[in-house]
């Protein structure tokens, strides 16, 4: 059975680093492209990163540019995102997704795997 399970998110302080963990089972995370969203009370799901499965190319949506990073390690069966410079509006529940086609995940659609979330708060 194919699960995602997000870890690491929490409270942090307005300027502060969080990393977030997408960890798979039931499937090889490497064979997929994986994706951060995110989704705040109020606003629509937001895509924010994509890891490809083949070259481990990386597509950030501008509000994860400069400041997010994803990274993958196949040992672990593990993607990260690690977040710097944390804001206020950051604050939303974190979830990753995966399924085989990068530009699926990018534009967040017809995604066959979800994670449950993870909530991060950014407030001092």
């Known amino acids: 059975q194919v699960h995602l399970v997000e870890s690491g998110g929490g409270l942090v302080q307005p300027g502060g680093s969080l990393r977030l963990s997408c960890a798979a089972s039931?499937?090889?995370?490497?064979?997929?492209?994986i994706g951060w969203f995110r989704q705040a009370p109020g606003k629509e799901r937001e895509g924010l990163s994509c890891?490809?499965?083949?070259?481990?190319?990386?597509y950030y949506a501008g509000s994860a540019k400069g400041r997010f990073t994803i990274s993958r390690d196949g040992v672990k069966n593990t993607v990260y995102l690690q977040m710097n410079n944390l804001k206020p509006e950051d604050t939303a529940v974190y979830y990753c997704?995966?399924?085989?086609?990068?530009?699926?995940?990018?534009?967040?659609?017809?995604?066959?795997?979800w994670g449950q979330g993870t909530q991060v708060t950014v407030n001092s």
């Open positions: 039931g499937f090889t995370l490497a064979n997929y492209a």
């Open positions: 997704a995966a399924d085989q086609g990068f530009n699926m995940v990018v534009a967040g659609t017809n995604i066959r795997y």
């Open positions: 890891i490809s499965s083949t070259d481990g190319g990386a």
